[in-house]
């Protein structure tokens, strides 16, 4: 499982690799802690923020409910605090925590060409399967 | 799987703020302004 960072760090491996093929963007939903996530994210892309929601509405990305538990008696989210703690991540129950995001990649004429909706809290793309997308996207458009 | 997110009429009126100087810029930017081929959009639950 890969949270921002994980994946910051990934797309820095994959363009070392590949020729800078990737830009990388991070969408958050509120200014709350972003100068304290920051600090501790060494980040080569870009944030942005959307109090509003349009994009995540636009993506159709989920919200954890009651029906779910709001999430919480899903194990892996007490053991990726855990990881994000020792990465100087401190946390932060402020704002909209039960709107789920998710990933994607789109080429430049804004078609989506891999996608990944958060099904919960801890549900990310795995590196490989990012990795395995950029190498069948460069032989098919002979990158 | 493929679709295209300018599809939606809305597209053209979606703005985004950029988290460090509060600027805002069009959605659609973050790949029409590009330099790379491809434009990896990762939305987060919250930062922390």
Redesign the interface.
């Known amino acids: 499982m890969m949270g921002a960072s994980d994946l910051n760090a990934s797309i820095q491996k994959i363009n070392q690799k590949n020729n800078n093929i990737i830009d990388y963007n991070l969408i958050g939903l509120a200014h709350l802690d972003y100068d304290l996530f920051e600090e501790n994210l060494v980040f080569n892309g870009k944030i942005y923020i959307d109090e509003k929601k349009q994009t995540y509405k636009l993506m159709c990305f989920s919200r954890m409910g009651v029906l779910s538990g709001f999430g919480m008696m899903n194990p892996n989210i007490y053991l990726q605090s855990y990881y994000a703690s020792k990465k100087g991540f401190k946390g932060n129950l402020k704002g909209d925590g039960l709107q789920l995001g998710g990933t994607v990649i789109v080429d430049k004429n804004g078609n989506i060409v891999y996608s990944h909706d958060q099904k919960n809290y801890t549900d990310y793309p795995k590196e490989e399967e990012i990795i395995k997308f950029i190498k069948e996207y460069k032989e098919k458009h002979m990158l | ?6 599809s ?1 009429i ?2 053209d009126s ?1 703005f ?5 100087d509060k600027t805002k ?1 069009l ?2 930017n ?3 302004k ?1 330099d ?13």
């Open positions: 799987m493929e679709s295209k997110i300018t939606s809305l597209i979606i985004i703020e950029n988290a460090k810029i959605f659609k973050l790949w029409e590009s790379k081929p491809l434009i990896l959009i990762h939305w987060l639950r919250r930062f922390g």
